[in-house]
């Protein structure tokens, strides 16, 4: 079983940027495949962006794409969300989330485990 840390969240500037960590423990990070999430005021939660067990395959939801950048490093179990170019609607709880196995994945209900979730707040 894995447990998940996000930080790095806070507020910005709109145009701005922000990185967010997501800090794994008790299990064996490179088997897994992870994901950003992320949840406005008012609205469902949402994909983000997802990356494959060993980081060669990455998957963003339009409205970030060459915006926002997934990466990780297995030996540090570490993945990181860089978020460039931000805006108001940008702001939200960011989560990630992570399922054992091979794939990039889009949908919540195949993630197994989820952190606390991460405040990013765009002011314009």
């Known amino acids: 079983q894995v447990q998940l840390v996000e930080s790095g969240g806070g507020l910005v500037q709109a145009g701005g940027s922000l990185r967010l960590s997501c800090a794994a423990s008790g299990g064996t990070f490179s088997r897994y495949a992870m994901g950003w999430f992320r949840q406005a005021p008012g609205k469902e939660r949402e994909f983000v962006a997802a990356?494959?067990?060993?980081?060669?395959?990455?998957y963003y939801t339009d409205s970030v794409k060459g915006r926002f950048t997934v990466s990780r490093d297995n030996a540090k179990k570490i993945m990181a969300l860089q978020m460039n170019s931000l805006n108001g609607e940008d702001t939200a709880l960011y989560y990630c989330?992570?399922?054992?196995?091979?794939?990039?994945?889009?949908?919540?209900?195949?993630?197994?485990?989820w952190g606390q979730g991460t405040q990013v707040t765009v002011s314009s």
């Open positions: 990356i494959n067990s060993n980081g060669e395959s990455r």
């Open positions: 989330a992570a399922r054992e196995g091979l794939g990039v994945w889009t949908r919540m209900a195949v993630y197994d485990y």
